[in-house]
């Protein structure tokens, strides 16, 4: 990439791959389950998780040497709730009816621990461009498995993508429902994105080895 | 009679972890061993019983619409609703911060079980959840807020003991139980080899 330097396109790019935030270090998991029922949810809620990490890790690193180490997760804290607080009240302003659906789960970004996660591990000991492209490349990363996630639950349990009939009407039987295909609903209860979550992870281990423990 | 309903109810019924899939990370990250388990347990119990019902008095006597009609007539038009996440989780990371000081002062023993945890729990999303559950559930009083934070403590605290329990079950038995199918050559021994030899290619 000409715009970034070798190493800056690794930041970017390593989360996508072999340091997953959630495949890899099994971080912010529970959003993962909750909200990803459906396609536009999942998509929505990685936007507001990639502009709360993107914003954030930018200002941690800018006060990272005035902060005293003792009340530092406080400080996290707060910085997060008040990004949580604007992205809340957009949602609330441009698409009220999801944000009825992530209800209490916009509120839970605040305790995402991927967010918290990088800004302990990265922002805290870095620079203000190499932070926010930290915090870029895991909010992809989380975003990632976010997308397929919400893709296969949304295709396989309620046979529609973004809202769109894709594979034909459940109860005219057009499409593909004229050969006997069901939905199957077991696909939008959370247990199953974990199930899915946990087969996205198998295949990547198994396709590069170096990840397997032990 | 309604401690007693709301008690089963958000242990059981509404539990943290198998209902509404709170504190994941944690749960699955620290659930290796029961001791460590069981610490982490304890320490989301103490502070989900403090900090349910100090949230609560927050949000009756501040955030809600027209509360803080007490402090002053004129302002009853205010409502503060958006402010809650900031003040819930600010009320949170300082009870945990204030535990952590004053555990560590007067309880070493205490501190050295609970106190590795306790970072860890502000971070939590049950800790949280609990509290913007209590405010969109709306509890009716401080005494059932009190008893809702320590159910759902309690619901967490059990959830954890049990996946921990089955893991460090698991490890320690599938060794051994192979170990005996292998010595005594006993049905199933065919598919030791197998597991094996699939084992040593990679």
Redesign the interface.
Same mark, same amino acid.
């Given at each position: 990439m000409g715009l970034l330097s070798k190493k800056d396109s690794k930041l970017i790019l390593d989360p996508l791959s072999d340091n997953n935030p959630i495949t890899i270090q099994?971080?912010? $998991? =529970?959003s993962a389950?909750?909200i990803t029922a459906e396609l536009e949810a999942s998509v929505v809620m990685s936007i507001a998780v990639l502009f709360v990490m993107g914003a954030g890790n930018v200002v941690i690193s800018l006060i990272r040497n005035i902060v005293p180490s003792?009340?530092r997760?406080?400080v996290q804290?707060?910085i997060?709730?008040?990004l949580? $607080?604007i992205v809340?009240?957009v949602l609330k302003a441009y698409a009220y009816e999801l944000s009825k659906t992530l209800?209490?789960f916009v509120?839970?970004i605040?305790?995402? =621990?991927i967010i918290?996660g990088r800004f302990e591990a990265f922002a805290l000991g870095n620079g203000l461009w190499r932070s926010f492209l930290d915090g870029i490349g895991n909010a992809l990363g989380y975003s990632l498995i976010l997308i397929i996630v919400g893709f296969f639950r949304e295709l396989l349990g309620s046979g529609t993508l973004w809202g769109y009939p894709v594979l034909g009407d459940a109860i005219d039987k057009t499409g593909l429902y004229a050969f006997g295909y069901e939905n199957n609903g077991f696909m939008l209860l959370?247990p199953m994105a974990l199930i899915v979550v946990g087969i996205i992870i198998w295949i990547q281990r198994s396709k590069s080895?170096h990840l397997i423990e032990d | 009679m309604e401690h007693i309903e709301l008690l089963f109810k958000s242990i059981f019924i509404d539990n943290m972890v198998f209902a /509404?899939?709170?504190?994941?990370?944690?749960y699955?990250?620290v659930s290796k061993k029961v001791s460590t388990a069981n610490g982490l347990g304890a320490a989301v119990l103490f502070v989900l019983t403090i900090t349910v019902p100090l949230n609560w008095l927050l949000d009756t006597y501040v955030l809600q619409d027209g509360a803080m009609k007490w402090l002053h007539p004129s302002l009853e038009e205010y409502n503060l609703n958006?402010?809650?996440?900031?003040l819930f +989780?600010?009320t +949170?990371? /300082?009870m945990?911060?204030l535990v952590e000081i004053v555990v560590e002062k007067f309880s070493p023993a205490l501190y050295n079980s609970l106190g590795i945890f306790l970072?860890l729990i502000?971070?939590?999303?049950a800790?949280?959840?609990g509290s913007?559950?209590m405010q969109?559930r709306e509890i009716p009083s401080i005494e059932l807020a009190l008893t809702y934070g320590i159910g759902s403590g309690i619901g967490w605290w059990l959830a954890i003991l049990a996946i921990a329990s089955i893991r460090e079950k698991i490890r320690y038995s599938i060794k051994r139980s192979w170990n005996y199918v292998y010595y005594n050559r006993i049905d199933g021994y065919w598919f030791y080899e197998f597991w094996r030899n699939v084992n040593r290619r990679?």
């Amino acid at each position: 990439m000409g715009l970034l330097s070798k190493k800056d396109s690794k930041l970017i790019l390593d989360p996508l791959s072999d340091n997953n935030p959630i495949t890899i270090q099994v971080l912010g $998991i =529970c959003s993962a389950l909750a909200i990803t029922a459906e396609l536009e949810a999942s998509v929505v809620m990685s936007i507001a998780v990639l502009f709360v990490m993107g914003a954030g890790n930018v200002v941690i690193s800018l006060i990272r040497n005035i902060v005293p180490s003792r009340i530092r997760i406080i400080v996290q804290l707060i910085i997060i709730a008040t990004l949580v $607080i604007i992205v809340d009240l957009v949602l609330k302003a441009y698409a009220y009816e999801l944000s009825k659906t992530l209800s209490v789960f916009v509120g839970l970004i605040i305790t995402n =621990c991927i967010i918290m996660g990088r800004f302990e591990a990265f922002a805290l000991g870095n620079g203000l461009w190499r932070s926010f492209l930290d915090g870029i490349g895991n909010a992809l990363g989380y975003s990632l498995i976010l997308i397929i996630v919400g893709f296969f639950r949304e295709l396989l349990g309620s046979g529609t993508l973004w809202g769109y009939p894709v594979l034909g009407d459940a109860i005219d039987k057009t499409g593909l429902y004229a050969f006997g295909y069901e939905n199957n609903g077991f696909m939008l209860l959370s247990p199953m994105a974990l199930i899915v979550v946990g087969i996205i992870i198998w295949i990547q281990r198994s396709k590069s080895t170096h990840l397997i423990e032990d | 009679m309604e401690h007693i309903e709301l008690l089963f109810k958000s242990i059981f019924i509404d539990n943290m972890v198998f209902a /509404t899939f709170l504190g994941m990370c944690s749960y699955l990250a620290v659930s290796k061993k029961v001791s460590t388990a069981n610490g982490l347990g304890a320490a989301v119990l103490f502070v989900l019983t403090i900090t349910v019902p100090l949230n609560w008095l927050l949000d009756t006597y501040v955030l809600q619409d027209g509360a803080m009609k007490w402090l002053h007539p004129s302002l009853e038009e205010y409502n503060l609703n958006f402010l809650s996440f900031i003040l819930f +989780i600010a009320t +949170i990371a /300082t009870m945990v911060q204030l535990v952590e000081i004053v555990v560590e002062k007067f309880s070493p023993a205490l501190y050295n079980s609970l106190g590795i945890f306790l970072p860890l729990i502000a971070v939590n999303c049950a800790i949280l959840g609990g509290s913007l559950f209590m405010q969109s559930r709306e509890i009716p009083s401080i005494e059932l807020a009190l008893t809702y934070g320590i159910g759902s403590g309690i619901g967490w605290w059990l959830a954890i003991l049990a996946i921990a329990s089955i893991r460090e079950k698991i490890r320690y038995s599938i060794k051994r139980s192979w170990n005996y199918v292998y010595y005594n050559r006993i049905d199933g021994y065919w598919f030791y080899e197998f597991w094996r030899n699939v084992n040593r290619r990679r």
